[in-house]
């Protein structure tokens, strides 16, 4: 019974769908249930202690729902509320950042890593933590860029202003001569052509979502909480805000027509 349990993913919006398009790629057959906090995005310019209670509210919610694993799909969360999440529930819970830490130093050939994510991922040091505990020999620098979350969810892929704010944000990192960029939000995939584009052709795009699907097929693996079913798995998507514009959005970031969306009311999450 526990091998048919659908994976648990949560996000702080829509993003962590790029990680979950990964998931869904590395293990065809597993159900997932995907959960974005869409009525209190962004979490990168909050409070450590309000990303841990939000973190811990939508946790409730999917250990609910008899999830076997729990995968959190956002930068911010991971650098900040795993100890309390996996101190909590006696489940594989899986952070973005060590998968994403882990890749960059695999691709780096100069040793000089550069590292894009929110405001609360970049000022907890989450990457260059990570990497330089694997690798102290390495140099990482990192900037915030709390404006690339709005912009991949209002769908702005390559618009004038993609490029303005990309320019401003990424030329201090073009000039110290990164061959390595880490993408330290799920948000950011989804502007993985402008970015690239600014930085450079010849600096290393380092997606996370990636390797923590390898990272999470090896530990449902290593349990015995692979499915044994051969249909394809089945997504129940949960938010907590419905925009015009979400489904078409949401439906870049999975890269798969969506068939059905599930609002969470605040107050039951917070009850």
């Not at 529930?89 to 000089?112: D, M, S």
Request: glycine share 6%; proline share 4%; net charge neutral.
């Amino acid at each position: 019974m526990e091998k048919e349990k659908p994976i648990g993913v949560f996000d702080s919006g829509i993003g962590g769908m790029s990680v979950m398009k990964q998931l869904i790629s590395a293990m065809p057959n597993e159900d997932i249930v995907y959960f974005g906090d869409t009525a209190r995005v962004p979490y990168g310019s909050k409070s450590n202690a309000t990303v841990v209670e939000y973190s811990m509210q939508i946790a409730k919610f999917l250990a609910n729902k008899n999830i076997k694993a729990l995968v959190v799909a956002c930068n911010t969360v991971s650098s900040i509320a795993l100890p309390s999440l996996r101190q909590k529930y006696n489940i594989p819970i899986i952070g973005v950042i060590e998968p994403g830490a882990e890749f960059a130093l695999r691709e780096t050939k100069t040793g000089r890593i550069g590292v894009i994510g929110t405001r609360a991922t970049i000022a907890n040091n989450a990457y260059s933590k990570s990497i330089l505990k694997r690798n102290p020999k390495v140099e990482v620098f990192e900037k915030a860029c709390p404006l690339f979350v709005p912009l991949a969810e209002e769908g702005w892929l390559k618009h004038k202003a993609v490029y303005d704010i990309a320019e401003e944000y990424l030329k201090e990192l073009r000039d110290l001569n990164i061959d390595t960029l880490v993408l330290g939000c799920t948000h950011y995939p989804i502007l993985r052509e402008v970015i690239q584009e600014v930085i450079g052709k010849d600096v290393k795009l380092v997606d996370s979502g990636v390797t923590t699907a390898e990272v999470v097929r090896e530990e449902i693996d290593r349990i015995g909480f692979l499915t044994n079913s051969n249909s394809m798995g089945n997504q129940r998507i949960f938010v907590t805000d419905i925009n015009p514009n979400f489904k078409d959005v949401a439906e870049l970031f999975l890269g798969m027509k969506l068939k059905e969306i599930d609002k969470v009311d605040l107050e039951t999450l917070t009850a």
